[in-house]
């Protein structure tokens, strides 16, 4: 086995991330109880739009491609993950419970992935935990929102140069 590579998912790490940065070390060793580390390889699905949203991910190294299906055959990439301890498949958090988008690696990529319902009974149990937690995927996702809308503009722009 290479052992020496692997990177050790502790609750130091995880703290490092960016959706647990406020958690106690009891609450981030529950969360490591809960949880696998999982390798993905190129080009996998780990998750599909549309389907039951029942885990959390947080990458440990690799890159996945995080796209939305608009009409039959056109995917829009909507985020890139590339940095270690970025979190995705955040709709396990939210109502409806549904992914709103697919995640596809874009080279083999070894993840944490985390059990949502148990992330949602500790946030029930610690409402004040609950409410950090909820205030930092509002971030996550406005940020997301903001580089898809450069992207998007960028793109518009990138287009009218082109066309007489």
Do not use: H
């Not at 995917?75 to 939210?94: C, N, P, Q, Y």
């Not at 149990?125 to 940020?143: T, V």
């Amino acid at each position: 086995m290479g052992g020496g590579e692997d990177k050790m998912v502790s609750p130091e790490w995880l703290k490092k991330t960016e959706l647990f940065d406020t958690l106690e070390e009891s609450q981030l060793n529950a969360l490591l109880s809960n949880s696998s580390v999982k390798s993905y390889s190129q080009g996998e699905t780990i998750f599909q739009q549309g389907e039951d949203a029942k885990r959390l991910y947080i990458l440990i190294q690799g890159a996945v491609d995080l796209t939305v299906k608009a009409q039959e055959q056109i995917d829009f990439m909507t985020s890139k993950i590339e940095r270690e301890g970025a979190v995705f498949g955040t709709a396990s958090l939210m109502e409806p419970f549904r992914y709103n988008v697919s995640a596809i690696c874009l080279k083999p990529s070894k993840v944490l992935v985390i059990d949502a319902s148990f992330i949602q009974k500790m946030m029930e149990e610690d409402p004040k935990m609950g409410m950090e937690m909820m205030k930092k995927l509002a971030s996550i996702y406005f940020n997301r929102l903001n580089d898809l809308r450069s992207g998007v503009s960028n793109l518009f722009k990138f287009f009218k140069i082109k066309t007489p």
